[in-house]
């Protein structure tokens, strides 16, 4: 079993769109979590970062965490063409870790025009 | 500023040849991680360097696989003895000392081996 679960769609949404991208994990070391975007042949660019439980708000993105669920959201509100991408969640232990990250497998989210 | 960069963009090998992929990570930042990407698999941890020393290479899948750091900036990736399945995109990510959760990446290097 993965540590880090994430569907990897695709998702295909209308523009304006509410869209819910969401990731489990089973590793309680965890304790920053991390939505990155990357679009296609290049890197990742980081989206949201989080410590620990609760939400955090930026522009259309809302990202929640749950660590008592080990369960992570991602929010896009007023979706459009542009956020067509990839959407990869990541999770780090800190320090103790190197703070390597461990990621999803990625969803794939169209924003249909 | 100037992101991560890394060289070559793309690299195709045949298999049994030696590739060094390069990293220039942002200026100032101290800790340094590669990660490969790979259909099936994902995004996963290789090594991590803090300065000059690799605390942690738990993530190097072989003894085919090393990496260095010198000036505490430039990093190489060497795959030796390249094999078909080490085809994969090869991504460098960088961050601040006390901040090495956020974690900046580059394009990445696509390595195709023959």
């Known amino acids: 079993q993965k540590e880090v679960e994430q569907d990897p769609g695709p998702l295909s949404v209308p523009e304006g769109a509410i869209v819910s991208l969401n990731c489990t994990y089973s590793?309680?070391?965890?304790?920053?979590f991390m939505w990155y975007r990357q679009y296609s042949r290049k890197g990742p660019e980081l989206l949201m970062y989080?410590?620990?439980?609760g939400n955090k708000e930026d522009g259309r993105f809302t990202a929640q965490v749950d660590k008592s669920s080990k369960y992570i959201s991602l929010f896009i509100r007023d979706s459009q063409p542009s956020d067509s991408a990839t959407y990869l969640c990541a999770m780090s232990a800190g320090v103790t870790s190197g703070s390597r990250l461990t990621f999803g497998e990625g969803t794939q989210l169209t924003v249909n025009p | 500023g100037a992101g991560v960069s890394q060289s070559p963009s793309n690299k195709v090998t045949e298999k049994g040849k030696d590739v060094e992929l390069r990293c220039d990570p942002i200026s100032g930042h101290t800790a340094l991680y590669w990660y490969r990407q790979s259909l099936g698999q994902g995004l996963e941890f290789l090594i991590y360097f803090q300065g000059n020393s690799a605390p942690d290479k738990s993530g190097l899948p072989s003894d085919r696989f090393s990496a260095e750091r010198t000036g505490g900036s430039v990093s190489t990736l060497t795959i030796q003895r390249t094999q078909q399945e080490d085809s994969a995109v090869y991504l460098c990510?960088?961050?601040?000392?006390?901040?090495?959760?956020?974690?900046?990446f580059g394009p990445g290097t696509r390595l195709l081996v023959l």
């Open positions: 989080t410590y620990s439980s």
């Open positions: 990510a960088s961050s601040r000392w006390g901040d090495q959760e956020t974690q900046y």
């Open positions: 590793n309680s070391a965890f304790q920053y």
